[in-house]
Nanobody, 123 residues
Framework: QVQLVESGGGLVQVGGSLRLSCVASGRTFSLYAMGWFRQAPGKEREFVASISANGGSTTYADSVKGRFTISRDNAKNTVFLEMNSLKPEDTAVYYC????????????????WGQGTQVTVSS
């Protein structure tokens, strides 16, 4: 069992930055690949970024590539999402999730989910 708690969301202006954190409970965090997803009002949940269990591999959605960076600290059971050059279309609830797959962009492969943190980008 893995419990995930996100933090770091908030209100930011266009072009600004935010850093999301997701802390996991349990001793098996380092065995799971981690992902970030987001869901805007009236839209389906979409993939944002993922990172392998050892942090050696990452993948990003095209919409965030070059602006967002996913990283993890297995010693602290934490995964991060650094978001720069934020745009209004980045406004959403952001979720972190854990998967036993090596890397996956599909929400169906993620077994454990956090409660989400709101990110609002104002123009």
């Amino acid at each position: 069992q893995v419990q995930l708690v996100e933090s770091g969301g908030g209100l930011v202006q266009v072009g600004g930055s935010l850093r999301l954190s997701c802390v996991a409970s349990g001793r098996t965090f380092s065995l799971y690949a981690m992902g970030w997803f987001r869901q805007a009002p009236g839209k389906e949940r979409e993939f944002v970024a993922s990172i392998s269990a050892n942090g050696g591999s990452t993948t990003y959605a095209d919409s965030v590539k070059g602006r967002f960076t996913i990283s993890r600290d297995n010693a602290k059971n934490t995964v991060f999402l650094e978001m720069n050059s934020l745009k209004p279309e980045d406004t959403a609830v952001y979720y972190c999730a854990a998967t036993a797959y090596i890397l996956s962009t599909s929400s169906q492969h993620y077994r454990y989910w956090g409660q989400g943190t709101q990110v609002t980008v104002s123009s």
